[in-house]
């Protein structure tokens, strides 16, 4: 009989994470966004919104004015940050909604 060892262990719970996050919830933010007028203004959104270090992926519809943000398994919004980061770039943030998503 072999004995488990903290090796073996460390091994069998690294290929287990990503199983862990299947089938997990993330949080998902929409943002009104006032004052993107051509895709070149959205495409800079959602760089600019990228930089934190949660978001997932973020996608800016110029014909809804706003922002959709998925973020990370597991992490929390900061929608004070999100704003900040939509004024940075140069737009006028609105109403915030957060929401749940189940990843794939």
């Not at 994470?17 to 089938?23: E, H, M, N, R």
Request: glycine fraction near 8%; hydrophobic fraction near 40%.
């Amino acid at each position: 009989m072999h004995k488990f060892h903290p090796r073996h262990f460390a091994a069998v719970l690294a290929l287990s994470i990503p199983l862990l996050a299947f089938g997990a919830e993330r949080a998902v933010v929409d943002i009104a966004v006032k004052g993107m007028t051509c895709p070149f203004c959205a495409y800079g959104l959602e760089k600019n919104l990228g930089k934190a270090a949660e978001v997932d992926h973020a996608a800016a519809s110029l014909k809804d004015q706003n922002v959709h943000i998925v973020l990370k398994p597991g992490t929390q919004p900061d929608i004070g940050r999100y704003k900040q980061l939509i004024h940075d770039a140069g737009f006028t943030p609105g109403e915030a909604k957060v929401s749940k998503e189940e990843t794939k």
